[in-house]
């Protein structure tokens, strides 16, 4: 830390910078906090996506218990041909969304296939984007967990380390200037009753 200059133009400026770093930290505060937030919804999303993930296997479980006959070929039935990401601002961080999944179904033969194949190749297609939504969602809350690590340790250099500073120097300085005020106030009555004694001898 440089050495703070005892003067009138160093107060000055201790002072322009107190009130600067006062006005930023509540905007900075407020960042923190709605970052916290969007990364509360998206732990809320995630969790709804497991649950989501959870019912559909549930429900296949039930409807589709002829999958255990492991005669019928039913490798590669869907994947996953492409996929285009976008990203938003939120708060100055830049966030990955799903725009578009682009799905691909294996042909099957309609007849040789049994009639359930039709209801599988669905609940693949749901599944497969449910997984794009929860991958898709852990990039974005490891983004929003290094922009709240970012701000809040923004917010606690102004906090803890910038404005406590400032406050200290302003103080340094007004006591050195007072003190230094009081020196000459002095200095001029001590010289004035010596010049009024030498008028008088």
Excluded at 74 to 103: F, K, S, W, Y
């Amino acid at each position: 830390m440089a050495r703070v200059s005892l003067s009138k133009s160093s107060l000055a400026k201790q002072n322009r910078d107190l009130q600067t770093y006062e006005r930023y930290l509540p905007s900075l505060d407020l960042k923190r906090k709605q970052l916290i937030a969007e990364r509360a919804k998206e732990l809320t999303a995630q969790d709804e996506t497991h649950a989501k993930i959870a019912g559909l296997r549930q429900r296949v479980r039930e409807t589709l218990p002829m999958l255990a006959n492991r005669e019928i070929e039913l490798d590669d039935l869907v994947r996953v041909r492409g996929a285009r990401i976008e990203e938003e601002n939120l708060l100055g961080t830049r966030l990955p969304v799903l725009a578009e999944l682009d799905l691909v179904t294996r042909d099957y033969g309609l007849l040789a296939k049994p009639h359930w194949v039709d209801t599988l190749v669905v609940a693949l297609s749901e599944m497969l984007r449910f997984q794009a939504q929860l991958a898709l969602g852990q990039r974005r809350l490891a983004l929003l967990d290094e922009a709240v690590r970012k701000v809040t340790q923004r917010v606690n250099l102004f906090d803890k380390v910038l404005i406590p500073r400032a406050r200290r120097s302003i103080k340094r300085i007004r006591i050195h200037l007072s003190d230094t005020e009081r020196a000459a106030i002095v200095r001029s009555k001590l010289a004035k009753g010596k010049r009024t004694k030498e008028g008088l001898a």
